[in-house]
């Protein structure tokens, strides 16, 4: 069965420092990969997403992620964060042939920014 | 941003009375989906439909039942409301024309309080 751990709970950095935000993931094929963001109050946003090709992808608010296969992993990162980022952010995994009530949620990293 | 509406967005219950959920959407997506969101537990799918009258059972299905008789409302009722089911709880449409990303857009959640 597909899993996902994002192994930190809460996560503080200054505004303006880097951030990378953990996610590993259980499949055994080659999975579609998903980032979302939630910020308090509201649903989730994609940040980003792989399905194959390139293995660093680029998404919105200057968010990047690298799948690296050999670590089963799919690591957020934005080189300098800013005060609205602060949010929950959500690793997903789903099959590569799925429909969309295949994918399967982490438990969230909550990131707080301090000044 | 996608039109995603829920009602009620806030409720609280008594345990043992039904609870009826509204989720409609103004963009003619096919699939909508209602999760649950539960500190530690990330995104659980409870149920999803595939079209009008077409719905199927995700992770967490017990007490629970949907309805899709029109495209753009999907029902999540609790037939008899228990404090388990306290929650926040989301609906997330996908599939609209010409899209095939596996991206979910989501409402702004309803949070049910059972007493």
């Known amino acids: 069965a597909q899993s996902v751990t994002q192994p930190d709970i809460h996560i503080t950095v200054s505004e303006g420092a880097s951030l990378e935000l953990r996610c590993n993931y259980s499949?055994?094929?080659?999975?579609?990969l998903f980032w979302y963001v939630q910020s308090p109050g509201q649903g989730l946003q994609l940040l980003l997403k792989y399905f194959s090709g390139d293995t660093l992808v680029q998404g919105i608010k200057g968010f990047e992620a690298e799948f690296k296969r050999s670590q089963s992993s799919f690591n957020l990162r934005k080189p300098s964060v800013h005060w609205s980022d602060a949010a929950e952010y959500f690793c997903?995994?789903?099959?590569?042939?799925?429909?969309?009530?295949?994918?399967?949620f982490g438990t969230g990293t909550r990131l707080t920014i301090i000044p | 941003d996608a039109g995603i509406t829920q009602s009620p967005r806030h409720k609280v219950t008594e345990t043992g009375t039904p609870v009826t959920l509204r989720c409609h959407q103004t963009e003619n997506h096919r699939y909508m989906y209602w999760y649950r969101q539960d500190p530690g537990h990330g995104l659980r799918l409870i149920h999803y439909?595939?079209?009008?009258?077409?719905?199927d059972k995700g992770e967490v299905s017990d007490g629970y039942s949907v309805s899709r008789s029109k495209t753009e409302d999907f029902l999540l009722t609790l037939e008899s409301a228990t404090s388990s089911q306290t929650s926040v709880y989301f609906c997330?449409?996908?599939?609209?024309?010409?899209?095939?990303?596996?991206?979910?857009?989501f409402g702004e959640g309803s949070r049910l309080t059972v007493l």
């Open positions: 439909s595939y079209g009008v009258k077409d719905t």
């Open positions: 499949y055994g094929a080659t999975p579609y």
């Open positions: 997330a449409i996908s599939g609209g024309t010409g899209s095939n990303t596996g991206e979910l857009f």
């Open positions: 997903a995994v789903g099959p590569s042939n799925f429909g969309n009530e295949k994918l399967t």
